[in-house]
């Protein structure tokens, strides 16, 4: 049992339903709280350096994980839910670098940009893992990307895991169950064949 920001024993996922946050705050920008099995699945497939940048943390739902697992989680968000530190956008970083990874499920419609600039800003070799629904890998706007910096893995989720929306895992969302999802890896500087796998 994990334990709760009050030190109470608690599982991760009802300790992360929980907000005292607006239903109107929580809504703004996309918000979408993974459910923290995909990331317990994340820590299976793939290998991350010490330190995690979790830039669109929500509530923590992933954050929580990483942490639980031994990780030096730097959290940040542009909406401050009570979660690690607030009102930073990182599509406004410039002129930094990043020694670590980059983990996170971010905001599906500035996904293509959030990949651009985690990759300016980890060092080369260091890896960018995005939680991100199948349909991501098609599109003519994304093609460029895809062939410009391909992903080293793609691992398809085989069993529905939930993204619900404004963190509401209880309410039949139908929203998340009904979207596949895929963990997204890219290794800045990879230049070979995308690898797809499978897991769940
Ligand atoms: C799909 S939710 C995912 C939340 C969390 N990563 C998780 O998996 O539970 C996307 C998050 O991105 C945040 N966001 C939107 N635009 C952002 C930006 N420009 N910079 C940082 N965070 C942003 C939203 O506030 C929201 O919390």
Known sequence: MAKDWTGNSNSIFKTLGASN???????????????????EWLLKLEKFSDN???????????????ELNGYNVKSTDLIDRGYG????????????????DIITN?????????????????????????FLKIQFLESKGRKN???THPPKTVYVSCSRLLCAKNAE???????GGAVSYAWYIWEKGFKGTTELKWFN
């Open 21 to 39: 946050h607006t239903e109107k705050e929580r809504q703004n920008e996309d918000y979408y709280a993974t459910d923290p099995k995909a990331a």
């Open 169 to 175: 895992f209880n309410k039949n969302d139908k929203g």
């Open 85 to 100: 530190e607030g009102s930073l956008d990182f599509l406004a970083i410039d002129n930094m670098e990043w020694n670590g």
């Open 106 to 130: 971010p905001p599906y419609k500035y996904a293509k940009e959030f990949i651009e600039k985690a990759l300016q800003i980890i060092p080369e070799g260091n890896k960018i893992a995005m």
């Open 145 to 147: 990307l895809f062939i």
């Open 52 to 66: 995690i940048w979790e830039c669109a943390c929500g509530e923590g739902h992933l954050s929580r994980v990483f």
